[in-house]
């Protein structure tokens, strides 16, 4: 296998848990919720994803429950930010942590076990093309979370359920005013955006790397939020900027592999670096920002 | 027949404020009603009401002689009742029809059709595909009436419609509304404009401090004898300044052009203007045609990195200067929003005085003389009549007009070379604003250059010398307010002279 054929491979596979959890989180963002608890959901839906999977032999329940698992978490999350209108940098952070702690708490007896990954599914003539051929032999959650980011980007800008979620993340009085339920709508958003969040996790856990280890998700979380912002709430934009990242974090392993003089500690931390300094790049063009942002982000809303 | 809408004894009490008490109205169907009251007298309140937003604690609601609760926007609707809010309730991102699409059912092409066919029967057109946050005030206004009209409303409710609109679109507007009246539609004209409201409506309602105060017909008495009405006392005389000799050019912009980098913000060309001392120079203009951006560039909140002598504070050139800078060569500033800018709303009246004052002996060897803060606090609430209860009071907590009165008089109390106001008295009540106004010409008068930016047409005419106007970032050539007709200013304002 070259190692053009590797990266092309592995990119999609190391970019579906920071797309599906970013995508997640623009429903959220979109609506005017910011969740900063998207780390923790992550741990939380790997362990219990892995946990589940690993007692049932089942990806597909270890799935359900880990959306399960995340929904339950961002709901936490919306009492406080929703309900009790807290801060919600301050609630998202301390949810974060929770999320965080359950994890460890969940995934402590299954330390380094590890589980069989489901198989890859290659899509007939597109992966037997030359060159390209290897991003078509992937599993199946990979095309699903592709297909999700279209369907979203269909959704936000398309559809009539997108013209409410804008709509009450940038003028939430205004959207009360003609008749829509705030409050409500953002409630499904960011439960909408637990369930996402718990099943990046538990692709993480149970498909990308099978294996169980504390703190797997590593930064993952944040690195999502960051997409969102950074890819100016788009869709297309912010898998652009999953997949950079994917194909830098593989391109460091090759380079730690054929032995490059830098500390891996350098290599491994190359892809975030990277891919932030891209993103800001992208998002540094003030038209495209004051255009896309969300304007009552982050701000509480009564009634 | 009963009426189309009925209310009796409705109440409603926000905390400490009884915003309506016991108002009885009633409007039929095909007439145009007034709701006439001062900013604060429980206009709005009222209309939320009906509208739904908010609950009465006391009293009923009849529609067509049916008791109703309406808990929602939603439920008002499903009634047949249709607003227009004084702040628009569209969303800046989305465009036309897809504003539409929220609320009135049908595809997208068919809501497009429908745009153009009711914009054509009621002089109301609109490209349903532009995005909202690219229209004027004008146009905005137009697409939130064809919004409600989409959904074929018997009452149609419209807050202040007037106030963000040039003379030109304001005759525009009424034979819209009179063609709908003529429809058998009710319509609810809110209003603090006494002319307005004589020249349109068939019925007022006369609001004071959440009370009604007066039904009547509003042809018959004369402006005076409403605004009497209005404001319970003799309308405060104007205050029209006299000629007298200028001084030196005090505040002068020579083909000053600004590109804005904000899609939402205007870009300026080429404006010049000149104030010289004892005069006071008035900007007109529909807000967003530029002023932020004109008081930004003057006051030095948006400093140029080149072409310093664009703009000239007292002969010296200042335009890359910074606020600060150039307000130690003499130029002070009220800006158009008093709570965020002209004010810190958390921080007392004494430590807000303390933010442009301080050079007044209020700071000595980088520590705050208290003392000398209370005092200079202290001064300017008696001076210009603040109503609070001291220097120690948070600014937020003030009325709209008190902290007016208090910003204005922090600013005079520097004996300011140029004093620059944007929107004087923007929600300021009628009693204050003359006040305002009072003292603004007193300080002209005092040798003082000020520019006054305004959307207030009367208010301009008023008191100042000259006016110039602000349009789509183009600034008219000065008129002498004695040579000029509010038709010549309300052509400048909506770009129609050349």
């Known amino acids: 296998m070259t190692i053009l054929a590797f990266i092309l491979a592995g990119t999609l596979a190391a970019a579906t848990p920071l797309l599906l959890a970013a995508l997640g989180e623009l429903i959220t963002e979109r609506a005017g919720v910011l969740n900063l ?98 991003l078509f032999d992937q599993d199946v959650v990979v095309y699903l979370t592709f297909g999700l980011a279209v369907a979203i980007w269909a959704v936000l800008n398309h559809s009539k359920l997108g013209l409410i979620i804008r709509a009450v993340g940038e003028n939430p009085h205004a959207a009360r005013a003609i008749g829509f339920r705030v409050l409500r709508i953002r409630l499904v958003a960011v439960a909408f955006g637990g369930a996402l969040a718990g099943m990046a996790g538990a692709y993480a856990s149970t498909i990308y790397t099978p294996l169980w280890a504390d703190g797997m998700i590593a930064g993952r979380g944040w690195i999502a939020v960051a997409l969102v912002v950074f890819g100016t709430w788009a869709a297309g934009r912010i898998a652009f900027g999953a997949l950079l990242f994917g194909a830098l974090s593989l391109g460091g392993l090759i380079a730690q592999a054929a032995g490059v003089a830098l500390p891996s500690q350098l290599l491994a931390s190359l892809p975030y670096a990277v891919t932030i300094v891209m993103l800001a790049v992208i998002s540094s063009n003030r038209r495209r920002m004051r255009l896309n942002t969300v304007a009552s982000l982050g701000q509480p809303f009564a009634g | 027949m009963a009426p189309l809408l009925q209310l009796s004894g409705v109440s409603k009490r926000y905390g400490g404020v009884q915003a309506n008490a016991g108002i009885d109205l009633s409007v039929d169907a095909g007439s145009i009603h007034a709701i006439l009251g001062e900013n604060g007298a429980g206009k709005s309140t009222l209309m939320k009401l009906i509208y739904g937003v908010e609950r009465p604690d006391e009293g009923q609601v009849l529609w067509q002689g049916q008791a109703v609760t309406l808990s929602s926007p939603s439920d008002a609707r499903r009634l047949g009742i249709g607003m227009v809010f004084q702040h628009f309730s569209l969303f800046e991102t989305l465009s036309v029809v897809q504003n539409m699409a929220l609320i009135v059912p049908g595809s997208k092409g068919e809501l497009a059709t429908r745009i153009r ?205 910074g606020a600060a800078a150039r307000r130690l060569r003499g130029l002070a500033f009220v800006p158009e929003d008093r709570l965020g800018r002209g004010a810190v709303p958390d921080m007392s009246l004494a430590d807000n005085a303390l933010l442009t004052a301080h050079g007044r002996g209020l700071v000595q060897n980088g520590f705050i003389n208290r003392k000398a803060e209370r005092a200079f606090t202290a001064d300017c609430i008696a001076r210009f009549d603040v109503r609070t209860s001291g220097p120690q009071a948070e600014a937020g907590s003030l009325s709209g007009g008190n902290l007016q009165k208090f910003i204005m008089g922090r600013e005079m109390m520097l004996d300011p070379n140029v004093l620059l106001v944007a929107q004087p008295t923007w929600g300021v009540d009628i009693g204050a604003a003359a006040d305002i106004r009072q003292r603004l010409v007193a300080m002209r008068n005092a040798g003082a250059a000020i520019v006054v930016i305004s959307e207030e047409i009367d208010e301009l005419f008023e008191i100042c010398d000259r006016l110039q106007v602000l349009h789509k970032g183009h600034l008219s050539p000065s008129v002498d307010v004695a040579a000029t007709s509010v038709e010549q200013i309300g052509t400048y304002m909506i770009g129609a002279a050349a």
């Open chain 1, 37 to 134: 608890g998207l780390e923790g959901m992550m741990a939380l839906g790997a362990a219990v994803g892995f946990v589940v999977t690993y007692t049932t032999h089942s990806h597909l329940l270890g799935f359900g429950v880990a959306a399960l698992a995340g929904i339950a978490l961002s709901l936490v999350f919306a009492t406080l930010a929703l309900g009790f209108m807290a801060n919600q940098v301050a609630a998202g952070l301390a949810i974060g942590v929770l999320g965080q702690g359950l994890s460890s708490l969940i995934g402590k007896p299954l330390e380094s076990q590890t589980l069989d990954a489901p198989g890859k599914w290659a899509v007939p003539v597109l992966a037997d093309l030359p060159v390209i051929g290897p």
């Open chain 2, 117 to 321: 066919d009711l914009g054509a029967a009621f002089g109301l057109s609109v490209d349903p595909q532009a995005m909202v946050h690219a229209l004027s005030v004008g146009e905005r206004q137009r697409v939130e009436i064809i919004r409600c009209l989409l959904l074929n409303p018997a009452l149609l409710i419209l807050d202040e419609p007037t106030s963000v609109l040039p003379p030109q679109s304001v005759a525009l507007l009424f034979d819209t509304l009179r063609a709908l009246r003529a429809k058998g539609m009710a319509i609810l004209f809110i209003s603090h404009k006494l002319e307005e409201i004589r020249e349109l409506c068939d019925t007022a309602t006369i609001l004071r401090q959440g009370r009604v105060t007066a039904r009547l017909d509003p042809r018959q008495g004369t402006a005076h004898d409403l605004a009497t009405l209005m404001i319970g006392r003799p309308m405060p005389p104007p205050v029209h300044p006299t000629p007298h000799g200028l001084g030196e050019e005090r505040l002068a912009l020579s083909n000053l052009s600004f590109a804005n980098d904000d899609p939402f913000g205007v870009s300026l060309t080429d404006v010049s203007l000149s104030v010289r001392g004892g005069e006071i120079l008035g900007i007109a203009g529909i807000s967003g045609n530029g002023q932020q951006e004109l008081a930004a560039l003057i006051s030095g909140e948006i400093a140029m990195k080149s072409g310093a002598g664009a703009v000239q504070v007292m002969g010296q050139p200042v335009g890359d200067l």
